[in-house]
């Protein structure tokens, strides 16, 4: 996607609710929650956007990061309060690496009103389609050209749906890590773009299960060339009989895996394999 392949993206049911209150206190407070409990906190002094106290200095530091790209896309968003207290909410675990970066800076630019793809430039980086999920209403198809994007809404058929599910692997990958990893390790050709766009279109025409699972397993075997790393499969799921599929940055997140088999017989046998943690398609795609 970097480099202008077309991919398949789903939104997800579960995303980030923003809240701002205004105040009067010259200072920017932050509190994060999941529903795990609240997992950063951080006051800022506003405009200066020093830190006076955080629980975390990462995180603090990113909001930082962000807040400055923030004000130099957009100069007056400095008047547009004297101080406030800002809540963000996610509706799933953040180690589960479902989009709370992306809709945080999708929230962050809409407070600001400027451009999220923009923001996400100049601040993490990345090829964009988690900013274009955080504004889906259900699956697409996300393309990048230089500057401009190209988005297309799609749909599978409930013979694809039903056999898809989402396994957690319990290593959660960082954005800007994984870009620089690839950058510096993948080799591949305007051919090998040119193949994966052509995958892609397949995937969202088949109706067919087994020619689903058959193009999955032809971009994993050319992502793992092109990576220099082993698939997933084999890996980690070498006993497994059906397709799966790496997700994102290779080796963390979830996998998406094919089943013939009920939910829960499913989930039971992914737990006999080491993975707990598994949704089906329609636990969590915004449909």
């Known amino acids: ?24 206190a010259k200072t920017l407070e932050w509190e994060a929650k999941s529903p795990e409990g609240t997992w950063v906190k951080a006051i800022l002094r506003w405009p ?21 790209k923030v004000i130099e896309l957009s100069p007056v968003f400095i008047e547009k309060f004297q101080g406030a207290r800002v809540e963000t909410l996610l509706d799933f675990n953040p180690a589960f690496g479902f989009g709370s970066s992306s809709t945080l800076i999708y929230c962050l630019a809409t407070w600001a009103g400027i451009d999220p793809y923009k923001l996400q430039q100049q601040s993490f980086g990345g090829s964009g389609f988690d900013i274009a999920c955080a504004d889906a209403k259900g699956p697409i198809t996300y393309q990048r050209f230089g500057e401009q994007v190209e988005i297309k809404n799609v749909d599978f058929s409930s013979a694809i749906k039903n056999h ?25 050709s305007s051919s090998d ?17 087994g020619e689903f699972e058959r193009l999955l397993a032809e971009h994993e ?5 092109i990576l220099k790393t082993p698939t997933v499969k084999s ?32 989930a039971d046998q992914m737990k006999e394999l080491g ?13």
Request: with cysteine.
């Open 235 to 266: 890996s980690s799921f070498s006993s497994y009989d059906g397709c799966v599929k790496s997700l994102g940055a290779w080796g963390g997140d979830f996998v998406l895996v094919t089943s013939h088999l009920p939910k829960q017989v499913f």
């Open 1 to 24: 996607m970097l480099d202008g392949a077309k991919a398949l993206a789903v939104p997800l049911k579960f995303g980030q609710h923003f809240t701002v209150n205004n105040t009067q």
């Open 193 to 209: 773009i040119q193949t994966i766009t052509s995958i892609t279109n397949e995937l969202v025409k088949t109706d067919s299960i």
């Open 48 to 68: 200066e956007l020093e830190v006076l106290e955080t629980t975390g200095k990462v995180h603090a530091d990113r909001l930082v990061l962000l807040l400055q």
């Open 221 to 225: 075997k050319l992502m793992s060339r």
């Open 164 to 188: 898809l599910y989402f396994v957690y692997l319990g290593n959660k990958q960082q954005t800007f890590g994984s870009i620089q990893k690839f950058r510096e390790n993948a080799a591949y």
């Open 275 to 287: 993975f707990p943690v598994s949704f089906s398609y329609h636990d969590l795609v915004l449909a």
